[in-house]
Structure formats: C-alpha cells, structure tokens
C-alpha cells in the first residue's frame, strides 16, 4: 500500500514539475498560427486558381509534428543531450557550408535546403543548436569562465555565425549574438569583458558594412526604416512593405474586419503576408482588441520560459532557458516591431504564428528542452 501511496505522489509530482502553462500556451500559438495563415491567404490563392488549403495543409502537418517533437524532447533528460551537442554542432556547421553548394536561393538570399515541397532553413536549427553547445561548455566549468574559455565560446559562435552573415540572413545573426551575450552574462563573464566585447563586436559590423562583406540590400532595408516617413519617390520601393504594412494594421481598428475579411490581406497589398508579415493579417482581421490579447500570449509564453530558467537547479538548465528566452522573445519583438515602423524589416519570423516549416520545428523543440529542464527542476 505504501509502495503504491509512494509512486502516486513521485507521478503527482511529474506532473506538478512539468510546465502545463508552456506547453498550453505553445500549443495554443500553433493552432492560431494554422488558423491566421489560413485567414491570410485562402482568398489570394482562390483568385489565382490554387488549391485554397495549400499553406493551412502544410501548416498544420508541421504543427502536429512539431507538438509531437515537443513532447518527446520534454521526456529526455537535457543533461544526457551533453554527449551529442558536439555532433550537433559539427552537423550545423555542415549544414551552413552545403547551402552554398546545393542549397536554393530567394529573394537574394541563399539560405535554403528544397527537398520536395519543404524547404529547410538550416541556420533556424544552428541558433538552437549553438545555445546547447554554450551551455554544455559552460556546464563543464563549474568554477567560472576563464579568459581562454571565453574566447572559445567566441570562436565556437563565431564561425557560424560568419556563414549565416555571409547568406545573408541578418536577423538571425543579431538573434544569435543577442543569446550568446546573454548566455555569457548568466555564465559570470564580467561586465567589463562584456563592455569590450560589446565595442569589438560593434565595430566589426562597421567594418563589415564598409568591405561590402553586408549586402547591399541588407544596408537599403536599414536606410528605408530610418526614412520610412518620406514621401520622396527615390524611397518608395524600400519602404513599400512598411507603409503597406502600418496601413493594413491600422485599417483594422478596434474589432478588425473578421476572419477571412479584409481589404489589405485579400488583395495582397503586403508582400510575404503569411511569413515575415503575418502580424498585418492579424491586426487587419482581428483588431487591436484580439491583437492584444495574442500579444498577451506571446509575452505569456515568454514569462514562463524565464521562469524556468528562474527555478533551474544547475547552470546548463539555466543557460538553455535563457537562450531560449532571448531567442523567442527577441523574435517576437523585431518581427512585430518592423510591422508597426519601430524595428527595421528582417527576415524574422513571428514564432509559431508564421507560416515555414524549419521555424515551427525549432521553436517547438526548444519548448520540449525548456519542459525538459522545468520537469527535472526539483532534481
């Protein structure tokens, strides 16, 4: 009788210290994010003769998938995934050289794997992959960073980080930097070493804009956020996605105009509306109102991503929970802040709302290594 008293209280527990709250609210973006895709372009593909359940398809396969993987990688021990990070690193450094031999390339960009009807974009899975790699070194040095170990983890992001520069995939780069600096600040690096490696990195971009290693494209996109209010037709083609971009969000008011309504979404007046702008559809269809209340959501999400790192008991938790949480977070602020004007436009995706299939993947695996670390945190 006590055995069993004993082994109901040891589940009861399981299930106290799994995440409920994370896992809900995941589950809950990617079944939104099915249905605003769905909203987004059913009316654009009906008018071109394509099947009108193409992206809702596509989109829903991946978000069963991906809750699958979520659940799956919450029932591995993170501490076991030690043995692999190397492997794993090795593979994404593979997977960045391969895009430049047989990988496809779009809108200037070559980023991409087409295998069938998929495209992988590998440097989604490098970001996640590097987080891991961080925080299993650091795990490995128990009594603090040294100099020497400081400028390995450098190395360590910088060579792949070079590759999803060179592209180019600029907001990536600046997601990874932005984990990196904050995975190094929980590790105990010391301000002033930050404070330095702040002013390096800084003027490595400088110097990377003026030896042309950005393109030219990356430096118009940055002119036309500093110039988006101009009238000037010398700006009109750099700003086009911007101004269309506020006006479909405006023009959505207090309620918006319903599901499958609205005049910007339907008639395409915003490029790549279903990926890098869905939020336009949101605003548009659903109104400030519901579009507060996805914010809400998103911010929801992101709260119960730092609080277990909060609770983690070892640093490798701590660290994978901080990445994870720059990672989401600063994604879910560019990408909506280039919607409203505030942020420059990027090739960021709105995490599980988003049309794409590498990101719906990645950011459900990195919840299932967050349930992970919440699951064990008490052990």
Avoid at 215 to 238: E, M, N, V
Wanted: with cysteine; aromatic share 12%; charged share 10%.
């Amino acid at each position: 009788m006590s055995d069993a008293i004993s082994r109901f209280a040891f589940h009861r527990k399981s299930r106290e210290r799994f995440d409920l709250g994370l896992f809900g609210g995941l589950m809950a973006l990617g079944i939104l994010g099915v249905v605003t895709i769905y909203s987004a372009t059913r009316q654009l593909l009906i008018t071109e003769g394509f099947n009108p359940h193409y992206f809702l398809e596509r989109q829903a396969f991946f978000v069963g998938l991906g809750i699958v993987v979520m659940y799956v990688v919450s029932l591995i021990d993170y501490r076991r995934l030690e043995i692999v990070t190397t492997p794993l690193y090795i593979l994404s450094l593979l997977s960045l050289v391969g895009v430049f031999v047989i990988g496809s390339s779009s809108l200037g960009a070559q980023r991409w794997y087409s295998i069938g009807i998929l495209q992988i974009q590998p440097s989604e899975f490098t970001v996640l992959i590097l987080i891991l790699a961080v925080a299993t070194y650091c795990q490995r040095r128990p009594d603090g960073l040294s100099m020497y170990d400081v400028v390995r983890l450098l190395v360590m992001a910088g060579v792949p980080l070079l590759l999803i520069i060179v592209q180019p995939d600029l907001g990536t780069s600046i997601i990874v930097l932005l984990s990196i600096a904050a995975m190094l600040v929980i590790a105990g690096v010391p301000p002033r070493l930050m404070t330095l490696l702040a002013f390096t990195g800084s003027a490595v971009v400088v110097a990377a804009v003026y030896l042309d290693v950005v393109q030219r494209y990356a430096i118009d996109r940055f002119a036309g956020f500093l110039h988006q209010d101009s009238t000037s037709p010398a700006w009109a083609k750099l700003i086009y996605n911007v101004v269309n971009a506020k006006n479909a969000i405006g023009s959505g008011g207090l309620h918006g105009a319903g599901l499958f309504n609205g005049l910007q979404t339907n008639l395409g007046y915003v490029p790549e509306q279903h990926t890098d702008f869905i939020f336009t559809a949101i605003g548009e269809q659903m109104g400030f109102i519901k579009s507060t209340l996805i914010l809400l959501l998103l911010g929801y999400v992101g709260f119960r991503m730092f609080r277990i790192g909060y609770l983690a008991k070892d640093s490798m938790g701590r660290l994978i929970a901080i990445g994870i949480f720059i990672f989401f977070s600063f994604s879910c602020f560019e990408n909506i802040g280039m919607t409203m004007g505030i942020m420059p436009v990027t090739g960021i995706p709105l995490p599980l709302l988003s049309y794409g299939g590498s990101a719906v993947l990645v950011f459900f695996t990195a919840g299932g290594l967050l349930l992970s670390v919440s699951r064990r945190s008490n052990n």
